[in-house]
């Protein structure tokens, strides 16, 4: 399970781009609904989240994003990262799949370099030498995954849900992918009233006397 340092310097980070996030990922699915929608409803599923990747990279990185950094090989399945210096935090932006990975968190396949993202193998290491207060990141980034989802596939004007969480294990298929945080995304820059822990069992709120639920969902 994440420390509250850990977990706090993660929310603190994030929030003061959510709501740029919230309204950039709104914008990039409404274009590429306009660019792909037709040929995903005709079965080419893939192309909204790929095409999507790309129409977020594009705003991004023409925006004020608040000491973050527009990353990742566009020629690698439109891959995107975002990384804080500042905080050696690095965000992978990915699309939840919950019709096909219980809990929606893809695993990592057996892509070695994704293995050991997903593992967060220098999580310790990272942990230690972030929170020590001497304001030197570690050489590693901390690898958490920024994942959005839509509330429905089928009427893209109920909106999405936006969250970052951090994956303790690779995963196998057909098993949900075990998270030991959460923070939940909105349009407020309210990252830490939506921050979770995640346990071996169950999922436990952070601030337990704020909104519960499913969490926040954009509109599109």
Do not use: C
């Not at 994942?147 to 109920?158: K, N």
């Not at 690779?170 to 349009?187: C, K, Q, W, Y």
């Amino acid at each position: 399970m994440a420390s509250d340092d850990l977990a706090k310097l993660v929310a603190g980070a994030v929030a003061p781009i959510s709501p740029l996030l919230f309204q950039d990922v709104s914008d990039a699915l409404t274009n590429a609904e306009q660019r792909v929608g037709d040929l995903v409803r005709s079965g080419a599923v893939h192309l909204r989240a790929l095409t999507m990747r790309e129409e977020l990279r594009a705003m991004l990185a023409d925006q004020d994003l608040q000491g973050w950094a527009v990353g990742g090989n566009p020629g690698k399945m439109g891959e995107l990262y975002l990384k804080h210096p500042e905080t050696g935090i690095l965000l992978r932006v990915l699309k939840e799949r919950r019709k096909t990975y219980p809990g929606g968190i893809p695993v990592a396949g057996a892509n070695r370099a994704r293995r050991a993202y997903w593992s967060r193998a220098n999580a310790p290491q990272w942990i230690q030498g972030a929170l020590t207060g001497h304001g030197m990141p570690p050489a590693e980034p901390l690898g958490l995954l920024l994942v959005w989802d839509l509330v429905s596939a089928r009427d893209l004007e109920q909106g999405f849900t936006l969250r970052v969480v951090r994956t303790a294990e690779p995963g196998d298929f057909g098993s949900r992918v075990r998270l030991d945080l959460s923070v939940e995304l909105d349009a407020t820059a309210s990252a830490w009233t939506h921050l979770q822990f995640l346990g071996d069992d169950e999922m436990e709120d952070f601030f337990p006397d704020e909104e519960t639920g499913t969490g926040q969902q954009g509109a599109m």
